[in-house]
């Protein structure tokens, strides 16, 4: 399935453009912290989106990350990224969602050190289980600065008893790190890897532009993605408004009509 970023106060363009091509929805509104410490606020946005009575367990929600680090050695900073972890567990499982996505957070810089990498392998594999078992929700986590797929992998190694664990693999992540080539992500992370996260960019920034608007390679991208038995796995649009989901789309039905099907 693709998806698609919403903004609740178009809801009902998107709600269309969902319907008209038969797309889920990634929320994007509750990793804010000023959000988050405002219940009020977000119970509303629930029922509103709640109210468009979308499918159950079929929408993704992107969980809290801004200063989001549960295996710190700080523990109070572990604590409260804890308590944001739990937060986003719980308003997935009340949107009905499928799953929610969290960063990974290993930090390249700091990864060849022995203390530090347990700390994050046992703290995030726990989290991922508690997670999972309390809310009903799977859990994916997400590249974003690793430079390489064999540490997500271990993860996922650890996590292949729970079957609501999985990998969200952001490619113009994947691209930006400039580690490990993209035929080895793919091969070390196939059979873990259960959402895509998807934008363009010129190979230097992550610019979140619409597909086709930079230089990635999608052509190689989808390749693999299929080569892989990958093409039946969800699939974010990554892109915010609708002139870039449009234009998103419209390069997939172009370039790539089998993952639109």
């Keep these: ?72 050695w700080d523990s109070g900073i572990s604590r409260h990224s804890l308590y944001r972890m739990q937060q986003s567990a719980e308003i997935a499982a009340g949107l009905g969602c499928r799953a929610v996505i969290f960063h990974a957070g290993l930090r390249p810089e700091f990864a060849g050190n022995e203390r530090y990498y347990r700390n994050w392998l046992e703290t995030m594999s726990r989290v991922a289980g508690d997670l999972a078992n309390q809310w009903d929700v799977e859990i994916y986590y997400e590249n974003v600065e690793e430079k390489s797929p064999a540490q997500l992998r271990e993860l996922a190694d650890r996590l292949c008893g729970e079957s609501r664990f999985g990998i969200c693999l952001d490619v113009a992540h994947m691209i930006l790190t400039g580690g490990a080539a993209p035929e080895e992500w793919f091969g070390g992370l196939a059979p873990c890897i259960r959402h895509f996260h998807l934008n363009d960019h010129h190979l230097q920034t992550d610019e979140h532009l619409a597909l086709g608007c930079g230089n990635i390679d999608w052509k190689d991208i989808f390749e693999k993605i299929g080569r892989h038995g990958l093409q039946g796995k969800s699939m974010l649009l990554e892109v915010n408004g609708l002139e870039k989901i449009n234009a998103s789309l419209e390069y997939l039905q172009k370039n790539c009509p089998q993952f639109c099907a």
Excluded at 18 to 42: H, I, K, M, T
Excluded at 44 to 69: C, N, W
């Design 1 to 72: 399935m693709i998806e698609i970023i919403p903004e609740i106060d178009r809801i009902e363009e998107y709600q269309e453009l969902a319907e008209q091509y038969s797309l889920g929805f990634e929320y994007n509104d509750f990793f804010a912290p000023d959000l988050l410490d405002d219940r009020e606020a977000v119970r509303e946005k629930i029922s509103r989106y709640r109210q468009l009575g979308r499918p159950e367990k079929t929408d993704t929600m992107h969980g809290a990350f801004f200063d989001i680090v549960p295996f710190s």
